[in-house]
């Protein structure tokens, strides 16, 4: 079992930043993947950015050049650098990892809200 802890959440304004930190505990993979989720009221989740442990980065093509996710495999960690918000940032952005191909679920952090106004 993985447990995920976030934080760094909260209200900025337009062309703000933030910094979420996401840290995982218990059985982690030597191979995973951690990222970060967002949903918005009424919409889907939706992937933002995801990175394997040897640093294979995605990313949602409507933050690319905005934001930057990291992570720190010593410290089974990974951030999301988030620049230039805007208001359609506006969500709850959850820390997600997982193991690709291993058939173990996948793991969701509680969620930290990210609001940006106008």
């Known amino acids: 079992q993985v447990q995920l802890v976030e934080s760094g959440g909260g209200l900025v304004e337009t062309g703000g930043s933030l910094r979420l930190s996401c840290v995982a505990s218990?059985?982690?993979?030597?191979?995973?993947?951690m990222g970060w989720f967002r949903e918005a009221p009424g919409k889907q989740r939706e992937v933002v950015a995801t990175?394997?442990?040897?640093?294979?980065?995605h990313y949602l093509d409507d933050v690319k050049g905005r934001f930057t996710i990291s992570r720190d495999n010593a410290k089974n960690t990974v951030y999301l650098q988030m620049n230039s918000l805007k208001p359609e940032d506006t969500a709850v952005y959850y820390c997600?990892?997982?193991?690709?191909?291993?058939?173990?679920?996948?793991?969701w952090g509680q969620g930290t809200q990210v609001t940006v106004s106008s």
């Open positions: 990175m394997t442990t040897n640093e294979a980065s």
């Open positions: 218990g059985r982690i993979a030597i191979f995973n993947t």
């Open positions: 997600y990892y997982n193991v690709p191909r291993s058939g173990d679920p996948v793991h």
